[in-house]
Protein backbone atom coordinates (compact mmCIF):
# COMPACT_ATOMS: atom_id res chain seq x y z
CA UNK A 1 0.00 0.00 0.00
CA UNK A 2 1.15 3.74 -0.84
CA UNK A 3 2.20 5.68 2.44
CA UNK A 4 0.65 8.61 3.16
CA UNK A 5 2.90 11.17 2.28
CA UNK A 6 3.39 9.75 -1.22
CA UNK A 7 -0.18 9.62 -1.40
CA UNK A 8 -0.52 13.25 -0.72
CA UNK A 9 2.53 13.79 -3.07
CA UNK A 10 1.18 12.00 -5.69
CA UNK A 11 -2.21 13.20 -5.64
CA UNK A 12 -1.75 17.41 -5.70
CA UNK A 13 0.98 16.36 -7.88
CA UNK A 14 -1.65 15.10 -10.82
CA UNK A 15 -4.40 17.45 -9.68
CA UNK A 16 -1.71 20.14 -10.60
CA UNK A 17 -3.11 21.01 -14.04
CA UNK A 18 -6.62 20.85 -12.91
CA UNK A 19 -6.29 22.60 -9.09
CA UNK A 20 -7.14 26.03 -10.13
CA UNK A 21 -10.54 25.40 -11.79
CA UNK A 22 -11.81 24.17 -8.58
CA UNK A 23 -9.60 26.44 -5.85
CA UNK A 24 -11.81 29.16 -5.62
CA UNK A 25 -12.28 28.78 -2.18
CA UNK A 26 -8.60 28.06 -1.59
CA UNK A 27 -7.95 31.47 -3.24
CA UNK A 28 -10.38 33.68 -1.06
CA UNK A 29 -8.78 31.56 2.24
CA UNK A 30 -5.43 32.49 1.07
CA UNK A 31 -6.32 36.10 0.33
CA UNK A 32 -8.14 36.16 3.65
CA UNK A 33 -5.09 35.11 5.77
CA UNK A 34 -2.58 37.36 3.48
CA UNK A 35 -4.92 40.10 4.78
CA UNK A 36 -4.22 39.23 8.64
CA UNK A 37 -0.59 38.90 7.72
CA UNK A 38 0.36 41.88 5.62
CA UNK A 39 1.16 44.16 8.47
CA UNK A 40 4.17 41.86 9.15
CA UNK A 41 5.00 41.74 5.51
CA UNK A 42 6.88 44.64 5.37
CA UNK A 43 9.13 45.17 2.28
CA UNK A 44 13.05 43.51 3.13
CA UNK A 45 11.42 40.85 5.38
CA UNK A 46 11.41 37.57 4.41
CA UNK A 47 8.53 34.75 4.24
CA UNK A 48 8.55 31.25 3.34
CA UNK A 49 4.80 29.83 1.89
CA UNK A 50 4.99 26.62 2.53
CA UNK A 51 2.16 24.35 0.53
CA UNK A 52 2.13 27.28 -2.00
CA UNK A 53 0.37 25.33 -4.59
CA UNK A 54 0.64 27.38 -7.55
CA UNK A 55 1.06 30.28 -6.14
CA UNK A 56 -2.10 31.88 -4.72
CA UNK A 57 0.05 34.05 -2.64
CA UNK A 58 2.55 35.52 -4.80
CA UNK A 59 -0.35 36.47 -7.27
CA UNK A 60 -1.91 38.34 -4.49
CA UNK A 61 1.20 40.19 -2.92
CA UNK A 62 1.80 41.38 -6.91
CA UNK A 63 -1.30 42.30 -6.99
CA UNK A 64 -0.97 44.64 -3.87
CA UNK A 65 0.11 48.18 -5.05
CA UNK A 66 2.86 48.45 -2.53
CA UNK A 67 6.46 47.34 -1.97
CA UNK A 68 6.37 43.37 -0.79
CA UNK A 69 8.25 41.04 0.94
CA UNK A 70 10.92 38.90 -0.53
CA UNK A 71 8.74 35.45 -0.42
CA UNK A 72 10.43 31.54 -1.15
CA UNK A 73 7.44 28.93 -2.38
CA UNK A 74 7.67 25.53 -0.95
CA UNK A 75 5.86 22.54 -2.05
CA UNK A 76 5.78 18.99 -1.33
CA UNK A 77 4.47 17.89 -5.13
CA UNK A 78 6.75 18.54 -8.39
CA UNK A 79 3.30 19.03 -10.42
CA UNK A 80 2.82 22.55 -8.12
CA UNK A 81 6.09 23.16 -7.83
CA UNK A 82 6.64 23.63 -11.73
CA UNK A 83 3.25 25.14 -12.09
CA UNK A 84 4.22 27.96 -8.90
CA UNK A 85 4.52 31.65 -9.60
CA UNK A 86 7.83 32.26 -12.47
CA UNK A 87 8.65 35.34 -10.43
CA UNK A 88 9.17 33.71 -6.97
CA UNK A 89 11.77 31.46 -5.92
CA UNK A 90 10.12 27.72 -5.87
CA UNK A 91 11.16 24.92 -4.19
CA UNK A 92 9.82 21.43 -4.32
CA UNK A 93 10.37 19.57 -0.41
CA UNK A 94 8.49 18.38 2.47
CA UNK A 95 7.21 20.26 5.48
CA UNK A 96 8.26 17.93 7.92
CA UNK A 97 11.98 18.92 6.58
CA UNK A 98 12.58 22.03 5.54
CA UNK A 99 15.38 23.09 3.60
CA UNK A 100 16.86 25.73 5.37
CA UNK A 101 19.15 26.76 7.91
CA UNK A 102 17.84 27.94 11.84
CA UNK A 103 16.11 31.27 12.15
CA UNK A 104 16.09 31.86 8.69
CA UNK A 105 12.63 33.33 7.94
CA UNK A 106 10.84 36.68 9.47
CA UNK A 107 7.25 34.97 8.96
CA UNK A 108 5.73 31.81 7.28
CA UNK A 109 2.39 31.32 5.53
CA UNK A 110 0.52 28.09 5.23
CA UNK A 111 -2.94 28.32 3.60
CA UNK A 112 -4.84 25.02 3.85
CA UNK A 113 -1.64 23.07 3.99
CA UNK A 114 -0.51 21.22 7.48
CA UNK A 115 -3.51 19.61 7.95
CA UNK A 116 -2.21 17.05 5.46
CA UNK A 117 1.15 17.22 7.36
CA UNK A 118 1.57 14.24 9.58
CA UNK A 119 2.39 14.58 12.30
CA UNK A 120 1.34 18.06 12.76
CA UNK A 121 3.82 18.31 15.67
CA UNK A 122 6.58 17.87 13.34
CA UNK A 123 5.29 20.31 11.20
CA UNK A 124 4.99 22.92 13.60
CA UNK A 125 8.44 22.33 14.81
CA UNK A 126 10.28 22.69 11.37
CA UNK A 127 8.38 25.96 10.82
CA UNK A 128 9.31 27.06 14.46
CA UNK A 129 13.08 25.82 13.61
CA UNK A 130 13.48 28.05 10.30
CA UNK A 131 11.90 31.42 11.97
CA UNK A 132 13.39 34.08 13.89
CA UNK A 133 11.80 34.69 17.39
CA UNK A 134 9.30 37.22 17.43
CA UNK A 135 8.48 36.19 13.72
CA UNK A 136 5.11 35.15 12.81
CA UNK A 137 3.14 32.34 11.01
CA UNK A 138 0.02 33.12 9.64
CA UNK A 139 -1.51 29.71 8.75
CA UNK A 140 -5.06 28.19 7.74
CA UNK A 141 -6.40 24.64 8.11
CA UNK A 142 -9.60 22.79 7.88
CA UNK A 143 -11.42 21.78 11.07
CA UNK A 144 -13.69 18.73 12.09
CA UNK A 145 -16.99 18.69 10.30
CA UNK A 146 -15.57 19.39 6.29
CA UNK A 147 -17.35 17.75 4.15
CA UNK A 148 -19.90 16.68 6.62
CA UNK A 149 -22.01 15.71 3.88
CA UNK A 150 -19.90 13.40 2.30
CA UNK A 151 -18.98 11.37 5.88
CA UNK A 152 -22.77 11.17 6.33
CA UNK A 153 -23.25 9.36 2.81
CA UNK A 154 -20.93 6.90 3.76
CA UNK A 155 -21.85 6.35 6.64
CA UNK A 156 -25.27 5.68 5.68
CA UNK A 157 -24.67 3.47 3.22
CA UNK A 158 -22.42 1.34 5.73
CA UNK A 159 -19.27 2.33 4.66
CA UNK A 160 -15.73 3.01 6.04
CA UNK A 161 -15.06 6.90 5.81
CA UNK A 162 -11.99 7.62 3.22
CA UNK A 163 -11.97 11.15 4.60
CA UNK A 164 -9.16 12.64 6.11
CA UNK A 165 -9.20 13.28 10.06
CA UNK A 166 -9.12 16.70 10.89
CA UNK A 167 -7.89 17.95 13.91
CA UNK A 168 -10.00 20.01 15.69
CA UNK A 169 -9.19 23.63 17.37
CA UNK A 170 -7.49 22.98 20.76
CA UNK A 171 -5.09 20.01 19.08
CA UNK A 172 -3.86 22.90 17.32
CA UNK A 173 -3.67 25.27 19.90
CA UNK A 174 -1.80 23.23 21.80
CA UNK A 175 0.42 21.77 19.17
CA UNK A 176 1.11 25.63 18.54
CA UNK A 177 2.39 26.35 22.40
CA UNK A 178 4.20 22.95 22.65
CA UNK A 179 6.64 24.03 19.60
CA UNK A 180 7.45 27.43 20.56
CA UNK A 181 4.38 29.60 19.21
CA UNK A 182 2.16 32.00 20.87
CA UNK A 183 -1.45 32.17 19.54
CA UNK A 184 -2.52 35.66 18.63
CA UNK A 185 -5.29 35.79 16.38
CA UNK A 186 -7.53 33.25 14.97
CA UNK A 187 -11.04 33.21 13.02
CA UNK A 188 -13.31 30.55 12.27
CA UNK A 189 -16.43 29.77 9.96
CA UNK A 190 -17.84 27.48 7.92
CA UNK A 191 -18.02 27.91 3.89
CA UNK A 192 -20.94 25.42 2.24
CA UNK A 193 -20.55 25.31 -1.48
CA UNK A 194 -23.32 24.85 -3.72
CA UNK A 195 -22.66 21.80 -6.36
CA UNK A 196 -25.27 19.91 -8.74
CA UNK A 197 -24.60 16.60 -7.88
CA UNK A 198 -22.76 14.37 -5.43
CA UNK A 199 -20.58 13.16 -8.57
CA UNK A 200 -19.72 16.78 -9.05
CA UNK A 201 -18.40 17.48 -5.17
CA UNK A 202 -15.80 14.07 -6.10
CA UNK A 203 -14.58 15.54 -8.62
CA UNK A 204 -14.02 18.85 -7.30
CA UNK A 205 -12.35 16.94 -4.63
CA UNK A 206 -10.26 15.05 -7.29
CA UNK A 207 -9.64 18.38 -9.23
CA UNK A 208 -8.31 19.74 -6.11
CA UNK A 209 -5.91 16.68 -5.41
CA UNK A 210 -7.76 16.24 -2.06
CA UNK A 211 -9.10 12.36 -2.37
CA UNK A 212 -8.66 9.54 -0.42
CA UNK A 213 -6.09 9.78 2.47
CA UNK A 214 -6.63 7.01 4.88
CA UNK A 215 -5.92 3.92 4.23
CA UNK A 216 -9.11 2.39 3.39
CA UNK A 217 -9.38 0.00 0.35
CA UNK A 218 -11.20 2.05 -2.80
CA UNK A 219 -14.63 1.14 -3.36
CA UNK A 220 -16.49 -0.90 -5.67
CA UNK A 221 -18.24 0.81 -8.29
CA UNK A 222 -21.35 -0.49 -6.16
CA UNK A 223 -20.32 1.08 -3.32
CA UNK A 224 -19.50 4.08 -4.33
CA UNK A 225 -23.20 4.37 -6.29
CA UNK A 226 -24.33 3.50 -2.94
CA UNK A 227 -22.74 6.24 -1.04
CA UNK A 228 -23.52 9.03 -3.81
CA UNK A 229 -27.29 7.65 -3.72
CA UNK A 230 -27.36 8.11 0.43
CA UNK A 231 -25.93 12.40 -0.06
CA UNK A 232 -28.40 14.75 2.01
CA UNK A 233 -29.80 16.68 -0.73
CA UNK A 234 -30.61 20.22 -0.51
CA UNK A 235 -34.15 21.37 -0.73
CA UNK A 236 -34.00 22.63 -4.34
CA UNK A 237 -32.47 19.16 -5.16
CA UNK A 238 -28.68 20.09 -5.40
CA UNK A 239 -26.20 19.11 -2.47
CA UNK A 240 -23.63 21.12 -0.83
CA UNK A 241 -20.03 20.44 0.36
CA UNK A 242 -19.31 22.38 3.58
CA UNK A 243 -15.24 23.47 4.58
CA UNK A 244 -14.67 24.23 8.37
CA UNK A 245 -11.90 26.49 8.28
CA UNK A 246 -9.66 28.13 10.85
CA UNK A 247 -7.15 31.11 10.48
CA UNK A 248 -5.02 32.07 12.43
CA UNK A 249 -1.80 34.55 13.34
CA UNK A 250 0.30 32.75 15.88
CA UNK A 251 3.67 34.74 17.23
CA UNK A 252 7.32 32.46 17.69
CA UNK A 253 8.53 33.20 21.09
Known amino acids: MISYPLRVRQDFSHAAATYDVHAS????????????AQPFMSPG??????????GALTHWLSAQARSVPTLVQLDLAEGMCRLAAPFAPTLCADALHLPFAPA???GAFSSLTLQWATPIEAALGELRR?????SVLA???????TLAELEEAFT???LPSPLHLFYPAHIWEAALLTH????????THAVPLPFATPRAVLAHLKGLGATRKRDT?????????????AYPRTAEGGVTATYHLWLGLARAV
Do not use: K, M, N, Y
Not at 130 to 134: A, E
Open 25 to 36: LQRQVTGDLAQI
Open 45 to 54: THWLDVGCGT
Open 104 to 106: TFD
Open 130 to 134: VLRPG
Open 139 to 145: FSTLLPG
Open 156 to 158: HAG
Open 180 to 187: GFRLETRQ
Open 217 to 229: QPLTPGQLTGALR
